[in-house]
Structures are given as structure tokens and as C-alpha cells.
């Protein structure tokens, strides 16, 4: 507020520009109301928001163009009943298969999936470094059960807490770290990277990103009627095998283009035997089939 008062008593020559921000940013001066107004842009009432460092409306104007231009191909006037028609029939359905296609890591990485990216890369090239120089210690401590203890990468003696969440499954999950740019973007962050790498198949989401998450089901698109039950063991067995393929994933992200491929015989190999294990005794799904194409979605 201090601030404010400050900047009115600097301008106040200019009536004209304070009047056009008591309007829309700053309420008038000893307002009940200005506080109000203020909460719409200042960054001070957004602490305790997952906003995933969003501070613009890019994101929301991007979405009015792909809308007006690629929906509505530019046609100013339309009638209601062509309009709901485009959203519910051609809209929703293409950005629901942009959100599956990120879930599953299928096609361009979203944002975050880049940061998440190359914040590893940062993680594992300081684990290199250190271990270059000698260093055979640990890069986490266990300071409790839901509490990993993360030094900085820069500065020595300086630690950075990664809390961990194990209400929701077995293993776990990362919901914080208390280095300053995760505070200020809610996003994964060096400290988080490297517990990743250090703790697979443990990952970070945010409480609203692990609800997407867990509760993201292919019928949403039409493809799947209903989701069968699964047995207590072969769940098990399913989340291993999806954290082997995680991490067979994540290697080959990581991997240097320009270095040949280790072990390229012994890979094909292995891989022709899981198929050739695993492809026979694989029940499908009614009217799903082995092949490439992907079915028709009525629309």
C-alpha cells in the first residue's frame, strides 16, 4: 500500500493517468473497495495459489484465437445452435485428446513437461559434476517420512526440504520443496528433479495435476465404455510395468543424439522377447484390435 502512495504522490501531475488507474487497478484512494480491485493483479494475494508461475493472460488468448480461427474460421455472426454445435462436437473433444495425448506422453510436450525436461538435465549434469570431483555422499537425507532433505546446487550448506505425500499410493508422491523458485512458480524445480531421479518411479504433481491424473479415464473421449476392475495383484504388476516403461522413457529423453546407442543388439533382442511374451496373453478390449489404426470417433 505504501507502495501506491508512494507512486500517486510521485505522478500526481499526471490526473489523467492516476484516474485511468484508480479505475482498473488501484481503487480510489480510501476505498472499502480497492482492496478488492488490487487482488485481481497483485502478486502479494497470490502466495498460497497454484498458478504454476501463470502470471498473464497468454494462455487464455491463445485459446480465443485457436477458437476463432481454427473453430469458427473467422466468421464473425453465427446462429447459437451452430456455435454450442462447434464447441461440444469439435472443441471439447480436440482439447480433451491435447490433454490425453499429454498424459500419456504421446506427441509435443506441454510448458511444464519442457521445464520438467531440462531442469532434469540440470539435475543429472550436477550429479555428474560432484561425481567427477569426488564426491561419494548422498544427495538426499531422509529427515522423516514425508520429508526429504534436498542440498543446494549452488550453495553449500544451504537445504531445501521436498515434502512427499504417500496418502495416495504406495509410492508416493512429490507435492513441494521450499527452494525459492518453487514458492514462486509451483512447478518442479532442480531439487524435485533430482529426487526424481534419485527416487523412481517417484514424481511430482500438484494436488489438482494428481486429480487429473488419477481420475483421467479414456471414456471421456468416447473409446472405452467402462473401466474394468483390476485385481490387488496384477495392479501391482501393472505399476511396475508402467514405471519400467516411465523409465525407459525418461533414459531416452535424456539420452545424447550424437552418441551411439549402447547395447543395441542386446536391446532388440529383449524387446522381441517381451512382445513375443507379452502380445499372446493380452486380452483385449470388445471392438479394440493389435493394430495401428485407431478407431473411429463418430464425429
Given at each position: 500500500?505504501?507502495?501506491i502512495?508512494?507512486?500517486?504522490?510521485?505522478?500526481?501531475?499526471?490526473?489523467?493517468l492516476?484516474?485511468?488507474?484508480?479505475?482498473?487497478?488501484?481503487?480510489?484512494?480510501?476505498?472499502?473497495?480497492?482492496?478488492?480491485?488490487?487482488?485481481?493483479?497483485?502478486?502479494?494475494?497470490?502466495?498460497?495459489?497454484?498458478?504454476?508461475?501463470?502470471?498473464?493472460?497468454?494462455?487464455?488468448?491463445?485459446?480465443?484465437?485457436?477458437?476463432?480461427?481454427?473453430?469458427?474460421r473467422?466468421?464473425?455472426q453465427?446462429?447459437?445452435?451452430?456455435?454450442?454445435?462447434?464447441?461440444?462436437?469439435?472443441?471439447?473433444?480436440?482439447?480433451?485428446?491435447?490433454?490425453?495425448?499429454?498424459?500419456?506422453?504421446?506427441?509435443?510436450?506441454?510448458?511444464?513437461?519442457?521445464?520438467e525436461?531440462?531442469?532434469?538435465?540440470?539435475?543429472?549434469?550436477?550429479?555428474?559434476?560432484?561425481?567427477?570431483?569426488?564426491?561419494?555422499?548422498?544427495?538426499?537425507?531422509?529427515?522423516?517420512?514425508?520429508?526429504?532433505?534436498?542440498?543446494?546446487?549452488?550453495?553449500?550448506?544451504?537445504?531445501?526440504?521436498?515434502?512427499?505425500?504417500?496418502?495416495?499410493?504406495?509410492?508416493?508422491?512429490?507435492?513441494?520443496?521450499?527452494?525459492?523458485?518453487?514458492?514462486?512458480?509451483?512447478?518442479?524445480?532442480?531439487h524435485?528433479a533430482?529426487?526424481?531421479?534419485?527416487?523412481?518411479?517417484?514424481?511430482?504433481?500438484?494436488?489438482?495435476?494428481?486429480?487429473y491424473?488419477?481420475?483421467f479415464?479414456?471414456?471421456?473421449?468416447?473409446?472405452?465404455?467402462?473401466?474394468?476392475?483390476?485385481?490387488?495383484?496384477d495392479?501391482?504388476?501393472?505399476?511396475?510395468?508402467?514405471?519400467?516403461?516411465?523409465?525407459?522413457?525418461?533414459?531416452?529423453?535424456?539420452?545424447?543424439?550424437?552418441?551411439?546407442?549402447?547395447?543395441?543388439?542386446?536391446l532388440?533382442?529383449?524387446?522381441?522377447?517381451?512382445?513375443?511374451?507379452?502380445?499372446?496373453?493380452?486380452?483385449?478390449?470388445?471392438?479394440?484390435?493389435?493394430s495401428?489404426?485407431?478407431?473411429?470417433?463418430?464425429?
Amino acid at each position: 500500500m505504501d507502495r501506491i502512495k508512494n507512486f500517486r504522490e510521485k505522478w500526481s501531475n499526471y490526473e489523467e493517468l492516476l484516474v485511468y488507474l484508480n479505475k482498473n487497478y488501484f481503487g480510489e484512494e480510501g476505498s472499502v473497495n480497492a482492496q478488492d480491485k488490487q487482488k485481481h493483479w497483485m502478486i502479494c494475494y497470490r502466495q498460497d495459489v497454484s498458478y504454476s508461475g501463470i502470471d498473464t493472460n497468454n494462455y487464455i488468448e491463445s485459446w480465443h484465437n485457436t477458437l476463432k480461427r481454427h473453430f469458427f474460421r473467422d466468421k464473425q455472426q453465427r446462429r447459437v445452435d451452430t456455435v454450442i454445435y462447434i464447441l461440444a462436437v469439435m472443441a471439447v473433444p480436440h482439447f480433451q485428446q491435447k490433454c490425453l495425448r499429454s498424459a500419456v506422453n504421446v506427441g509435443r510436450m506441454n510448458p511444464a513437461q519442457k521445464n520438467e525436461l531440462r531442469l532434469t538435465k540440470v539435475a543429472l549434469e550436477h550429479m555428474r559434476t560432484r561425481l567427477t570431483r569426488g564426491y561419494r555422499g548422498e544427495y538426499i537425507i531422509q529427515s522423516s517420512d514425508t520429508t526429504l532433505t534436498v542440498e543446494s546446487f549452488i550453495q553449500i550448506g544451504t537445504m531445501y526440504d521436498v515434502k512427499v505425500d504417500f496418502s495416495k499410493s504406495h509410492t508416493g508422491h512429490i507435492i513441494s520443496c521450499t527452494c525459492e523458485y518453487f514458492r514462486s512458480h509451483t512447478t518442479c524445480c532442480k531439487h524435485i528433479a533430482l529426487v526424481q531421479l534419485e527416487l523412481r518411479p517417484m514424481k511430482f504433481y500438484r494436488e489438482e495435476q494428481w486429480n487429473y491424473e488419477t481420475h483421467f479415464r479414456l471414456n471421456a473421449l468416447g473409446y472405452v465404455e467402462e473401466v474394468q476392475p483390476i485385481d490387488d495383484e496384477d495392479d501391482a504388476v501393472l505399476n511396475e510395468f508402467n514405471h519400467i516403461m516411465q523409465r525407459i522413457v525418461d533414459l531416452e529423453a535424456l539420452r545424447d543424439r550424437t552418441a551411439p546407442l549402447p547395447h543395441k543388439e542386446k536391446l532388440i533382442e529383449l524387446s522381441q522377447q517381451f512382445i513375443a511374451l507379452y502380445e499372446p496373453a493380452l486380452r483385449v478390449q470388445p471392438g479394440e484390435d493389435l493394430s495401428n489404426k485407431r478407431r473411429r470417433q463418430g464425429f
